[in-house]
């Protein structure tokens, strides 16, 4: 076999989740449907939510001119293409998993257990949760992405719960609500029939908004309730968590949002890039068929309650390079930083030498990347994995935007 280059093109893999945007709408889709030699089509009526180009099992991507999966590649040159740091730190694979999201409906409300439980749900049951490690995770958007993300404060929370039909949810002598009595209220909310859960939703519409509005909660609040309910069932108790005890934001392209291991989220529209500790591992509660919901206690237990999962601490500033072009998204948490560069037309400069590997997809304009004694074309879709301590210059022929995962 001749030996592997430290800078080579990927292709990527899209998948058909209903939530996801349809058709050529689905910029996942659209990005990757440009990698050459690859014989992937877009169909109007399907659905287009992820692209993934990491070397996790699920959705590998491949090397383009060979085709081998980069897991395969990876294996047998780990020293060169991920580096000793990676390798000891992290093991034999890419230490993140990277994803283009298009979102065209609410995702499952959920959260991603934490290492050590990750480890027991993994030993018990490993075909549904098939990793022993963590998924904190980060999104960035690219366009306008609205998500209900961490918790409200509970002084917000707790005056809606004096709605009658919400009152019972709250344990008997409850004077100031803390941790314990939102955990309480969720589980007892996933818990609730279907006719509680409607005449909850019945008694929320019946409120004033200017009231509503006083505790904190958005003005799109009737609006959210009334979309939620029409993308899954009425009666999805989850909708009911996301909009009395979460918080609802809409990001604008290049704002980034950090969900910590264990952080309760759902996100329900717009493109993102993802990127997350590599594992596949999720609990749901709602916002999903019926079938695919796990336990209301194993959910609640598992909730993190507390300042990092606060709704108000889970943006993630960007910090801008010294360079002028790139933009750093660096979460609390060692595997990986996400990196944007926005390059000028006729720019060409050095970009990276990482001690780790990094994926770069590129997401608009022309150019070229240049590593390793090559020069590889750049147009949007156009997916690379570059080996660490790879001195890596980029060349801008037109506006280029590209989004980096990458151990620094
Ligand atoms: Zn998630």
């Known amino acids: 076999m001749a030996s592997v280059s430290r800078l080579f093109q990927l292709s990527g893999t899209c998948n058909n989740y209903p939530w996801g945007k349809k058709g050529h709408q689905s910029l996942a889709a659209e990005l990757c449907k ?218 604008e392209p290049g704002e980034a949002m950090f969900i910590p291991a264990d952080g309760i989220h759902c996100y329900l529209s717009g493109d993102i890039v993802e990127c997350m500790a590599r594992s596949n591992n999720m609990l749901a509660s709602g916002l999903c068929p019926v079938a695919d919901r796990d336990s209301a206690d194993l959910f609640s237990e598992t909730l993190k309650i507390d300042s990092s999962t606060q709704a108000d601490n889970l943006k993630l500033p960007a910090k801008a390079g010294k360079d002028g072009y790139t933009t750093v998204y660096q979460p609390p948490i060692g595997e990986f930083d996400v990196v944007r560069v926005d390059m000028p037309a006729g720019k060409e400069d050095s970009v990276w030498n990482h001690k780790g590997p990094t994926l770069v997809i590129a997401i608009s304009g022309e150019g070229a990347i240049l590593g390793d004694g090559k020069e590889l074309a750049v147009k949007p879709g156009f997916i690379f994995f570059i080996a660490a301590a790879t001195a890596t210059k980029l060349r801008a022929d037109t506006d280029l935007q590209i989004y980096a995962a990458a151990l620094r």
């Not at 959705?59 to 991920?82: C, H, I, M, W, Y």
């Not at 609730?192 to 904190?216: F, M």
């Not at 799109?220 to 029409?230: C, K, M, N």
């Open 34 to 251: 440009n990698t050459p030699g690859t014989n992937f089509t877009i169909n109007d009526d399907d659905y287009y939510s992820e692209m993934w180009f990491g070397d996790y099992p699920d959705f590998p991507a491949r090397d383009l001119e060979t085709g081998q999966p980069l897991a395969v590649l990876l294996k047998s040159n780990e020293e060169k293409l991920l580096g000793s740091y990676s390798v000891e730190k992290f093991g034999k694979n890419l230490p993140f998993l990277p994803k283009i999201l298009s979102i065209g409906k609410a995702l499952p409300l959920q959260i991603h257990p934490n290492k050590s439980l990750a480890a027991k749900l993994h030993e018990k049951d490993p075909e549904k949760f098939s990793d022993t490690n963590h998924k904190p995770e980060i999104a960035v958007a690219l366009s306008q992405f609205e998500l209900f993300a961490g918790w409200r404060d509970l002084n917000q929370i707790s005056p809606m719960f004096n709605i009658p039909s919400l009152r019972r949810f709250v344990p008997e002598g409850t004077n100031l609500w803390n941790e314990e009595t939102l955990r309480n209220v969720v589980r007892e909310l996933l818990k609730a029939d279907e006719q509680t859960i409607q005449k909850i939703e019945e008694e929320l519409k019946q409120q004033s908004l200017e009231d509503i509005q006083k505790l904190g909660y958005p003005s799109q609040t009737f609006e959210l309730l009334q979309r939620l309910q029409s993308q899954y069932s009425a009666t999805d108790p989850g909708l009911l968590i996301a909009i009395l005890c979460m918080k609802f934001f809409i990001l």
